[in-house]
């Protein structure tokens, strides 16, 4: 690649000059900036911006952390998060923490060593995070929960929640099960907590035999929490799962054990990823605005890098709850 | 964040020692050693790597560019590539290009201008790409087709796609029809070819009828090419759809139309995405060893931006054949 030297050679000026006309157009006359852009061209010169990044003490780049990026929802609002930062001139660094806090120290230190400006978290718990304790860089959470006190964006589950469970009410279900994340996941808490509100406020009793964990949000988890369900002695009619991925996987053992969904059981799922509407039967979800999260956490972490303020420390956006054929009224006993 | 200066004056060494310590420990005595790294530690201090990528003129990082991170064949070659690299302590960059050469020119900025080392190639066409005319960077194709004088890691997808034709043909299948992709796609045109070849070996007539192209690579073009296959006159027995998308699509389109799968009609994907054996019914496909893609291509990148020579410049991975229940043999006339 050809340097600046070749380019100052090339068009007859300086160095100093080709760096302004590249810099601060502004500052060099309009025949220099000809001449200068002319040879840059000829000579496909690109500046080595590892020379700005020294200068400025500044990568241009952002880290995600993200507990899978094979995930269907986190792809998402991690290519929300791709546009927004290559709209403002940043790279984004790749952090797939598999889940492992070791894996997410090694990406906390990437901008501890400056090679990236700040960090998007989805990870939605700061249980045993070193962020908390080190977090003395600019840092977004994206899809969280309630109760962060750092910069965050995400929608309101507790509510969303609670409207899955007051639609299974309205079309007469009374016996409404649901499976959980991780019992110490905070989206499974906070999904809990709306799930709970909700039969409280129909004064419906709660029964703890309706309530199941998962080992994890996949499918393969949804396939064993939905055979516990399939195994119950009195079928609940309505089961909300709190993902898509479970929804799914509980499904296929709801099927497999004989039941018909929705004619015995209606199942809800949570994100509303690709895959709901074309599943058998279509899946009734929450659609969170997944790339619009990432925009906008993107947008907040290049703010707080850059200096500018914030107007709001805590976005929460709106959700939508999609019917699809996966739900219908109570069977007639 | 503390500097050099200051973990040289707690320490009580030059900053010279400080740096040999930290970069060349074996250049300093035991005693100035601990007394650093106790420093270090007490003040959490992190040496700036800009000056390093400054100096060595590199950025130890790398670009992907895929046509979509949302994509769940990609976004697992993606996860292999992310481990390779930080296993060598190389960052991957997220090149998403939503399949646009300018979103792709802006990636390979990134190379040019030096904040990336080398780029990983999803998109298996270089059909109008800019990298073929400014290849002078390190770059390996990943999950491409044959015909690639780059680097590249791959499976025989001509191979692959011949292995599924003769799979229905072995259950007694004649009228056989596949979904492609896009005509110009290379992974169309290689799995097309093994269509064809399966077909032509076995003295079964070509019918174009049978041969139907998707808008992409997407579900919603597969219930859009399903049903275009549900209105045929002559329904076939068997389809192979050359991604496990178009197949989830199709199935959704064949069932509306009122047919079962696989009684009236077998049905088989390819890439083995974590949702085929969750669909109903579990779908029939080409198992690719999405992370063994990523990880090797991650490797064979940054052995050439290392100088070390690659003993192969392309490398063909297997791939296996799994069969479920989407398919079956040939219903009775």
Redesign the interface.
Known sequence: ?SNIREVSRLAGVSTATVSRALRNPELVSKESQRKVMEAVERL?Y??????R??RS?????IVILTP???S?FY??V??GV??AA?NRGY????G?TRDSLR?ED?YI??V?????DGIIQFRPSEENSEIAR?A?FPIVYACGCADTALPSVRIDNIEAARSIVNYFLSLGHRRIATICGQPENPHSIDRLVGYRRALQEADVTLDPELIVHADDYS?ASG?KAGSRIARLNDLPTALFCMNDEIA??A??SL?RAGFSVPEDISVAGFDNI??AR???PPLTTIDQPSDEIGQIACNMLIDQIEGRPNSQNNVILDYDLIVRASSGTVRPD
Chains 1, 2 share one sequence.
């Open positions: 690649m496909n690109r500046p080595n911006m590892l020379a990044n020294f003490e500044r990568s241009y780049s899978s990026i094979a269907p792809s998402r991690t290519r791709e546009l290559q790279s984004v660094l790749l797939d894996r090694e230190e990437l501890e060593t400056r090679l990236a080190r003395n499918m396939v799914i996987g499904i296929q099927k690709d895959f074309h599943y058998d």
